[in-house]
């Protein structure tokens, strides 16, 4: 199932995706048994990525990205996906955290920051999450209180990617708890160095072990006023509400990649498994379960390049990424586990790929927004 299928890929993208391609089988992938057992990558991997332009793709060439569009994004996220390459967090970095600063970011921002990430000097996160807030981003406690020329930023913040190596984080925080969704806010932390500032452990995750996930704490950190992402005060919800669906379709095109991997993988190991003296292949229950497999899948790529085609014309809905988002990652989970179901045992180690992408994508039906909510959302335009 090439990619070439997708209409959206035009001949200067099936060169970058051949180019990025190329550098996830050589830089990325040899390193995922040590990342997973470190639980982070190497900081040095951040920039050979900024090296050959897999950073920052879609951020203007002014500001330090490759002045490309979110079909670059969406060909990192899927081929990082497909490859089992999930520990180099530049979902986060590249597709979310920069386009907040290209989007909302005053002049001298945007030039700050984002030709660093670009270069993977500076690596992005952004920590929403708290212990008592997931999804339900109006009820976060993270406060930042005006102090003259500074904000003073007291919370915690939990499941953040790139939280360990992260130089940059946007906060969401309440600067006035008074007004609800209105009283949110995104304050742009810069770490090093920083006072009050603690991370604390690498969290144990059942799949994408070596993408660092962190605990974050804020101590009456000191953080200049004009750190704040937009030109007013209460505008953070707002901001998610615009960007989430982009980070949607991201982890959408991650579940396409995650899911068309699984079947591939899986054809192969029931040619060559013998089963009664025959391939498993052979087996009507094996045909028929893959025959299943490869139409959601199909289904899945249909209905993810149609949202491309909307994306790049600016047309994608909240409501359409929602669809994408859970109907993906669920599909994905789907047939992952009914692929591990056709390797029998084997399927259970977790040398065998199969088991490798059964524990990878169980996130995506949790982050970006729970599926719950997702179906939620739609609901409401019904």
Excluded at 44 to 71: D, H, Q
Excluded at 178 to 184: F, H, I, L, P, S
Excluded at 346 to 361: F, K
Aim: charged share 25%; glycine share 10%.
């Amino acid at each position: 199932m090439p990619t070439s299928q997708s209409p959206w890929i035009t001949e200067d993208l099936s060169i970058f995706q051949d180019a990025i391609r190329k550098f996830i089988e050589r830089e990325l992938v040899p390193h995922e048994e040590r990342w997973w057992k470190q639980q982070h990558v190497d900081r040095e991997t951040w920039r050979k990525a900024g090296e050959v332009g897999m950073l920052c793709a879609s951020i203007p060439e002014a500001y330090g990205g490759g002045g490309g569009s979110f079909a670059h994004e969406a060909i990192i996220a899927y081929e990082q996906a497909r490859a089992m390459a999930t520990s180099l967090g530049t979902n986060v970095h590249s597709a979310i955290v920069a386009h907040y600063i290209l989007r909302y970011g005053s002049a001298s921002q945007k030039q700050r920051w984002l030709p660093k990430m670009a270069t993977g000097e500076m690596v992005g996160a952004i920590a929403m999450s708290e212990p008592g807030a997931g999804s339900d981003l109006k009820s976060v406690k993270t406060r930042a209180v005006c102090d003259g020329a500074h904000y003073v930023i007291n919370g915690s913040k939990t499941f953040i990617s790139n939280g360990l190596l992260a130089d940059l984080v946007l906060v969401v925080v309440k600067t006035d708890p008074d007004k609800g969704t209105k009283g949110v806010s995104i304050v742009v932390v810069e770490t090093a160095g920083l006072e009050g500032f603690r991370r604390g452990r690498v969290l144990e995750k059942i799949g994408q072990k070596g993408q660092d996930t962190a605990e974050l704490f804020f101590d009456n950190v000191r953080v200049p006023r004009e750190n704040l992402l937009g030109d007013e005060e209460g505008r953070g919800f707002y901001q998610l509400m615009q960007q989430l669906p982009q980070e949607r379709m991201v982890i959408a095109l991650g579940a396409l990649g995650s899911m068309e991997r699984a079947l591939e993988t899986t054809v192969a190991y029931v040619r060559d498994r013998q089963v009664f003296g025959a391939p498993l292949l052979e087996m009507q229950n094996t045909r028929f379960k893959l025959a299943e497999c490869k139409t959601h899948a199909t289904v899945a790529r249909a209905f993810v390049d149609d949202c491309m085609d909307k994306v790049l014309r600016g047309e994608l809905t909240a409501e359409t990424a929602a669809m994408a988002k859970w109907w993906c990652t669920q599909k994905s989970c789907e047939i992952i586990d009914e692929c591990l179901q056709l390797h029998g045992g084997y399927g259970y180690m977790a040398e065998y790929p199969i088991a490798r992408l059964y524990v990878n994508a169980r996130v995506g039906k949790i982050y970006g927004g729970s599926n719950e909510i997702m179906k939620e959302l739609i609901a409401r335009t019904l």
